[in-house]
């Protein structure tokens, strides 16, 4: 008996992997996040900047800003159409799915 690895046993069963609930997850909160007001915290947050400190030396630490975009890119959605899809609750349920 050979071994089956994870991906072909995601391709038998047609279940997603685990990469692709996070991104989903991760467009579906930033879908919500674009539709809040402007006085929201966690809106203010995304676009924040920090006015003081440093950061540590190294491979800076991934933002959530760059989550955002590189999951905005493997799902080929481009940044600037995210705005306005993130109105549009019926499509964007369509392309994050």
């Known amino acids: 008996m050979g071994k089956v690895t994870n ?11 685990m990469e692709d609930l996070l991104i989903r997850k991760n467009l579906r909160w930033t879908g919500h996040l674009m539709r809040m007001s402007p006085d929201r915290l966690p809106k203010q947050m995304l676009y924040s900047h920090l006015s003081s400190g440093h950061r540590k030396r190294g491979r800076p630490r991934l933002r959530f800003k760059d989550a955002i975009k590189r999951n905005l890119t493997l799902r080929d959605i481009k940044t600037d159409s995210w705005t306005s899809l993130s109105q549009q609750r019926d499509k964007r349920r369509a392309i994050i799915k």
């Open 7 to 17: 991906k072909e046993i995601l391709e038998r069963t047609g279940l997603p992997s």
